[in-house]
């Protein structure tokens, strides 16, 4: 693919560094803009451009196209202004679709929560198996990065990635489906379009669905024709599938069913049950994600990536038979959190330290229909850990699996992560 006017990159993270890298490679002459809303624009040969000047720049003709990151929104009105004018709006993703789709196996793995996971597992698996298979998206290497080096690609996408995906997968797979990522997407009702995007749409690909994605109305509708859908596992595999889970370090049933969903995934890409077995075995749990650690007698979790309250229930529902001190709350999202406070008690949390923003609603809330369990409502991570250290009798387990995202506090729900694990080897080691 090639350009014949400068491009500007909207975002100045890892897939704009793999794009303005591709453009060198490809087109070392081709000029090249970046734009960013906030943080430094560190991305080599690249000329700045301010937010504010887009609108005149988008006028003058500077770019013909424009290279979005993820994280920055689609429904940003300079992107309208743009496309009214005639500047092409495109990806990462979509300029690997363009330059290396052919001839290649593609699979496209999305959902709420679970699809790194589901994603890592595919690719283990088939790489078990013998499949000359790659990894890319959220989790792996950049789209572009990934380039032609396999057979087989596993893309992990988030919705910000589906919303405009305009190259078909061969097996498109969903985990499941629940409110996130309003304030990217608008509304709700536009996360959930967008996510499904990724299956509704015209076209002979295989699809395959999540033990929670399965009875949802809204994704049987996006998969129009159910002679899509790949052949359930087999008795036979499904023990097989269940024994190997019980014996690796996949932690709770949340993540069995991600087992289960890679196996049939990898199944439709010409797996075999051994490839399957190994692959399960082989599985690692991905940083920040139940990412389990033992400091003196205390076990403590870091499931920082856990930015839904139904993160947050499978975390809690991984530890069974403990005494749990919950650290929960983050960046406001407008999700709901009454029913994850009606489970707390039965899932075994004695002790909930709450953060700002949205750890006000879940004290409240928790208050309501849990009055046994202490609450500490903290100004920050650092805080709740300390008060956490005065009641280390009331729990044996801490998990931090907030519910929300980190950016109110936090650069990214690494940070958050890193400093909860290092702040609990200085508390309770």
């Given at each position: 693919m090639?350009?014949?006017?400068?491009?500007?990159l909207?975002g100045?993270?890892?897939?704009?560094?793999?794009t303005?890298?591709?453009?060198?490679?490809?087109?070392?002459?081709?000029?090249?803009?970046?734009?960013?809303?906030?943080?430094?624009?560190?991305?080599?040969?690249?000329?700045?451009?301010?937010?504010?000047?887009?609108?005149?720049?988008?006028?003058?003709r500077?770019?013909?196209?424009?290279?979005?990151?993820?994280?920055?929104?689609?429904?940003?009105?300079?992107?309208?202004?743009?496309?009214?004018?005639?500047?092409?709006?495109?990806?990462?993703?979509n300029?690997?679709?363009?330059?290396?789709?052919?001839?290649?196996?593609v699979?496209?793995?999305?959902?709420?929560?679970?699809k790194?996971?589901?994603?890592?597992?595919?690719?283990?698996?088939?790489?078990?198996?013998?499949?000359?298979?790659?990894?890319?998206?959220?989790?792996?290497?950049?789209?572009?990065?990934?380039?032609?080096?396999?057979?087989?690609?596993?893309?992990?996408?988030s919705?910000?990635?589906?919303?405009?995906?305009?190259?078909?997968?061969?097996?498109?797979?969903?985990?499941n489906?629940?409110p996130?990522?309003?304030?990217?997407h608008?509304?709700?009702?536009?996360?959930?379009?967008?996510?499904?995007?990724?299956?509704?749409?015209?076209?002979?690909?295989?699809?395959?669905?999540?033990?929670?994605?399965?009875?949802?109305?809204l994704?049987?509708?996006?998969?129009?024709?159910?002679?899509?859908?790949?052949?359930?596992?087999?008795?036979?595999?499904?023990?097989?599938?269940?024994?190997?889970?019980?014996?690796?370090?996949?932690?709770?049933?949340?993540?069995?069913?991600?087992?289960?969903?890679?196996?049939?995934?990898?199944?439709?890409?010409?797996?075999?049950?051994?490839?399957?077995?190994?692959?399960?075995?082989?599985?690692?749990?991905?940083?920040?994600?139940?990412?389990?650690?033992?400091?003196?007698?205390?076990?403590?979790?870091?499931?920082?990536i856990?930015?839904?309250?139904?993160?947050?229930?499978?975390?809690?529902?991984?530890?069974?038979?403990?005494?749990?001190?919950?650290?929960?709350?983050?960046?406001?999202?407008?999700?709901?959190?009454?029913?994850?406070?009606?489970?707390?008690?039965?899932?075994?949390?004695?002790?909930?330290?709450?953060?700002?923003?949205?750890?006000?609603?879940?004290?409240?809330?928790?208050?309501?229909?849990?009055?046994?369990?202490e609450?500490?409502?903290?100004?920050?991570?650092?805080?709740?850990?300390?008060?956490?250290?005065?009641?280390?009798?009331?729990?044996?387990?801490?998990?931090?699996?907030?519910?929300?995202?980190?950016?109110?506090?936090?650069?990214?729900?690494e940070?958050?992560?890193?400093?909860?694990?290092q702040?609990?080897?200085?508390?309770?080691?």
């Amino acid at each position: 693919m090639r350009f014949d006017a400068p491009v500007l990159l909207y975002g100045a993270g890892r897939e704009a560094a793999s794009t303005r890298a591709f453009l060198k490679a490809t087109q070392p002459e081709l000029k090249v803009f970046v734009t960013v809303d906030s943080g430094t624009a560190d991305i080599a040969d690249a000329e700045q451009i301010a937010p504010a000047e887009l609108p005149s720049a988008i006028a003058e003709r500077r770019f013909g196209t424009i290279v979005k990151s993820p994280g920055v929104s689609l429904y940003k009105p300079v992107f309208e202004t743009a496309r009214n004018a005639g500047v092409a709006i495109t990806s990462n993703l979509n300029l690997w679709g363009a330059t290396y789709r052919h001839g290649r196996t593609v699979i496209a793995i999305t959902g709420t929560k679970g699809k790194s996971t589901t994603a890592t597992l595919t690719h283990l698996i088939l790489a078990r198996s013998g499949i000359d298979t790659g990894l890319a998206g959220n989790v792996g290497l950049a789209p572009l990065d990934i380039a032609d080096k396999h057979a087989v690609v596993v893309f992990e996408l988030s919705s910000y990635q589906t919303a405009d995906m305009n190259f078909l997968p061969d097996i498109a797979a969903l985990t499941n489906l629940y409110p996130e990522h309003v304030d990217w997407h608008g509304s709700v009702e536009r996360y959930y379009a967008d996510k499904l995007h990724l299956v509704d749409r015209d076209g002979s690909f295989a699809v395959a669905l999540g033990a929670a994605a399965r009875g949802n109305a809204l994704v049987a509708h996006a998969v129009r024709d159910h002679r899509r859908l790949l052949r359930d596992l087999t008795p036979e595999e499904e023990r097989a599938i269940e024994h190997a889970a019980s014996h690796s370090r996949l932690r709770g049933a949340h993540n069995l069913d991600n087992a289960r969903l890679a196996a049939q995934i990898a199944l439709g890409a010409g797996a075999t049950l051994d490839g399957i077995l190994q692959g399960i075995a082989a599985f690692r749990p991905l940083p920040h994600r139940l990412e389990e650690h033992v400091f003196g007698t205390m076990t403590v979790v870091n499931d920082s990536i856990s930015t839904t309250p139904e993160a947050t229930k499978a975390a809690l529902a991984a530890y069974p038979a403990r005494r749990i001190a919950l650290i929960a709350g983050g960046h406001e999202r407008q999700q709901d959190y009454a029913e994850l406070a009606t489970l707390l008690a039965q899932r075994g949390v004695t002790t909930l330290a709450t953060l700002p923003v949205t750890g006000a609603r879940l004290a409240a809330a928790c208050r309501e229909v849990a009055p046994d369990i202490e609450i500490i409502e903290a100004p920050d991570l650092d805080a709740a850990l300390t008060q956490l250290a005065q009641r280390r009798s009331r729990f044996d387990t801490i998990i931090l699996s907030p519910g929300a995202p980190s950016y109110n506090q936090f650069k990214n729900f690494e940070e958050r992560g890193a400093l909860f694990v290092q702040r609990c080897k200085e508390l309770f080691s």
